[in-house]
């Protein structure tokens, strides 16, 4: 079913983008480079410990953001951008005092390749309100380790790695530097990235200034 879901996500996205080429201009082709705030949630109550009757919680759920990415104008006021993301690295322990002390730890990271549908609005004085919506093929890497005395269950995998189709969401602002250059600040929202366990399902968010070329 899932696979299923997935495809008809694809094809609802292609439909989109071959209804805008259809009454396309020629428009310059455009390319882009990002960075700036990731955080993601690794779920709100990760890392159980059977056994523990007393433990404490830390998190790290904020890292740098980079993305690289291209774009075609199909309209003055539609665009299909596509590239990659890193959405950084996240952590959690769970430290456990008793019965006995040790910890258990959780690395994930959030990376991937995508395709938006970007809609622009102009404002003025060179200034656009942008929107988009799109598709990730996210990867998400999860890494556990143990120490003291805690340990992980026999038979256990201590790393995993998942790949899988989202939604992704943003909006944000654009300014035209030159009818070359343009520069833009925007955020954007990833969701449901790995499954929930272990460690929790993945939400990051990305607030970034992103620098724009354009080719004739």
């Known amino acids: 079913m899932r696979l299923i879901l997935n495809a008809m996500q694809g094809l609802v996205l292609m439909v989109a983008i071959g209804a805008f080429s259809a009454a396309a201009a020629k428009e310059p082709y455009y390319g882009g ?3 700036g705030y990731a955080k993601a949630r690794l779920g709100n109550n990760p890392l159980g410990i059977t056994g523990a009757t007393a433990t404490s919680l830390s998190r790290d759920e904020s890292d740098i953001g980079a993305k690289l990415f291209a774009g075609y ?83 256990t995998a201590s790393s995993f790695r998942e790949r899988e189709f989202n939604w992704k969401y943003g909006a944000g602002a654009e300014y035209e530097i030159s009818k070359t250059m343009a520069a833009r600040g ?24 992103n620098l724009l070329v354009k080719f004739e």
Do not use: C
């Open 186 to 209: 925007e955020f954007e929202l990833y969701r449901k990235l790995g499954k929930e366990d272990p460690g929790g399902e993945n939400e990051a968010g990305l607030f970034s200034l």
């Open 73 to 155: 104008r199909l309209h003055p006021n539609w665009a299909v951008e596509g590239g990659y993301v890193d959405l950084g690295k996240t952590s959690a322990k769970r430290t456990m005092t008793a019965p006995g002390i040790g910890s258990i730890s959780i690395d994930s990271r959030n990376s991937g390749w995508f395709v938006d549908v970007v809609g622009r609005v102009p404002v003025g004085n060179g200034v656009s309100l942008i929107g988009k919506v799109g598709q990730i093929y996210a990867e998400n890497r999860k890494q556990l380790s143990t120490s003291g005395a805690v340990s992980l269950a026999p038979g």
């Open 33 to 35: 480079i990002g960075v």
